[in-house]
């Protein structure tokens, strides 16, 4: 196995987060791997459906929320983090900079089985952009 430098867990919610967490938190203990923790949240304006109050107000309290749920994450860990909330659109092409900017070598990512997830899950997709390792935890169903 490869020794890694630098590590990015794409959490989308606690839960996965959590069991992420767990192996990077083994990652930095075995190999001293720098570990950052994202999310990514959908940029409305982006989007351009909507430019109201509402879309703005709900924009804000998903960014509020991730941020939140990030912060949750990292006091409850025990190795030394590196924290990004993202609100994009284009995910593959922001974590792409992301990682070529920071000099990440390896990706993690979290996915449950649940129906269509094959449609719904973006990790293979991960793989296909990426040249850098990624590895997917499963995610038991509660």
């Known amino acids: 196995m490869p020794i890694y430098q630098h590590a990015l867990l794409l959490v989308q919610d606690e839960r996965d987060g959590?069991?992420?967490?767990?192996h990077a938190e083994r990652l930095n203990q075995q190999m001293n791997t720098r570990i950052t923790v994202a999310h990514i949240s959908a940029d409305y304006a982006?989007?351009?459906y909507l430019s109201d109050a509402q879309t703005k107000d709900r924009q804000s309290s998903e960014v509020?929320?991730?941020?939140?749920?990030?912060?949750?994450?990292?006091?409850?860990c025990s190795i030394p983090l590196e924290v990004r909330a993202m609100v994009s659109i284009h995910r593959f092409k922001d974590v792409e900079a992301l990682i070529a900017r920071e000099g990440v070598d390896l990706l993690l990512l979290g996915h449950q089985n649940r129906p269509f997830g094959v449609y719904a899950s973006f990790g293979f997709e991960f793989i296909n952009h990426l040249s850098i390792d990624v590895l997917i935890k499963h995610v038991p169903t509660p």
């Open 46 to 48: 982006e989007l351009d």
């Open 64 to 76: 509020i929320a991730a941020k939140a749920m990030l912060s949750r994450l990292v006091d409850d």
């Open 18 to 22: 959590r069991l992420l967490l767990r």
